[in-house]
């Protein structure tokens, strides 16, 4: 009974997520991965994996652009693999506008 309690919490939160926008179809799609995988956690483990990576890039981007003259290029270059973990980024629409 407590198990079926906490699905429907569950399904619930991640209805609420998808009528904020806080989640999307890509989303479903991971579940989806996750579910038929034969190692279950596998998209949580590349999830994590990109979380950490992302952190890293993000306080070296931090603490380049806290040096008294800042090298653009080596933030260009961490913006650049930061963007490339991603695999939502298009490569035909430019980073800055």
Not at 18 to 35: I, K, N, P, R, W
Not at 49 to 73: M, S
Not at 90 to 96: E, R, V
């Amino acid at each position: 009974m407590a198990a079926a309690a906490l699905r429907a919490q569950l399904n619930a939160h991640i209805a609420s997520m998808y009528a904020t926008g806080s989640v999307d179809a890509y989303f479903q799609q991971l579940q989806s991965m996750d579910e038929g995988s034969a190692t279950t956690g596998f998209v949580a483990e590349v999830i994590n994996i990109f979380l950490n990576d992302a952190d890293r890039i993000l306080n070296d981007i931090a603490g380049l652009l806290n040096q008294p003259e800042v090298d653009f290029y080596k933030v260009d270059a961490l913006v650049h693999q930061l963007i490339g973990s991603s695999s939502t980024y298009d490569d035909d629409k430019p980073f800055f506008s």
